[in-house]
């Protein structure tokens, strides 16, 4: 089991909407038969920072996901909303789950 954390950092005056996108992209994700990402909002750090989590059987499985999640316009066209709004690209960790 693996855990893939993206964490996104808006400009500022962006976390509201950022807010707003991040759950639409994870609805949008449990939509097309993805794993609905965890939604985290930090209490320190860079104000408005959101962390997604999202769990996978494999690194495998998660890698295979990319290009259908790309082909699927529901999910791209709120991550179309999302770019502009981060103060840079969203930072993407994989975890691999010890126990």
């Known amino acids: 089991m693996i855990v893939v954390r993206r964490t ?3 400009n500022p005056g962006a ?4 807010t707003t996108l991040v ?12 794993g ?3 939604i985290l909002r930090t209490a320190f750090g860079d ?3 959101l962390i997604t989590e999202q769990p996978w059987n494999s ?14 316009s529901a999910i791209t066209k709120v991550f179309d909303q999302i770019y502009p709004l981060l103060a840079a690209t ?4 994989v975890l691999i789950e010890v126990e």
């Open 8 to 10: 996104y950092i808006p």
């Open 15 to 18: 976390g509201g909407k950022l």
């Open 23 to 34: 759950k639409q992209a994870s609805d949008e994700m449990a939509n097309a038969g993805f």
């Open 36 to 38: 609905k990402p965890r």
């Open 47 to 49: 104000h408005g920072t």
């Open 59 to 72: 690194l495998a499985d998660y890698d295979g996901s990319r290009d259908r999640v790309r082909a699927t």
């Open 90 to 93: 969203h930072n993407t960790e």
